[in-house]
């Protein structure tokens, strides 16, 4: 299990950030609010490309997202506890790597 810490882990120990391998990929974890991800990830994939990442993970909005594009995958699997999109439906994102290192996710909901 990884973790970072978040804008409100006041006296946590985790790292702000890391950057960790997942099967053949480069991926960049933060928490994001670092990168004014509430005003969208531009910030934050320009930050995970320089750094050689195809995968950049985040939190802070606590609204799920999910955008691939030919460089990278950019997600925010959305929150459980606290869910801040419209209808506030608990969410969290499953991601499998195949043997191929084809990066397979699937956005899901609680009822």
Known sequence: MEMVRGNNDFFSMLDK???IRIGGHRALL???HLYNVSLGPEQLKREALARGCDIAMF???HKPYLK???DIIVLNPGSLSFPRQG???PSYIVMEI???DEVRIRQEYLE
Do not use: F, K, M, V
Request: glycine share 16%; aromatic share 0%.
């Open 17 to 19: 950030e890391r950057e």
């Open 98 to 100: 195949t043997d191929r």
């Open 68 to 70: 691939r594009s030919e």
């Open 30 to 32: 933060t928490h994001g």
């Open 59 to 61: 939190g802070h909005t």
């Open 87 to 89: 209808g506030r439906q």
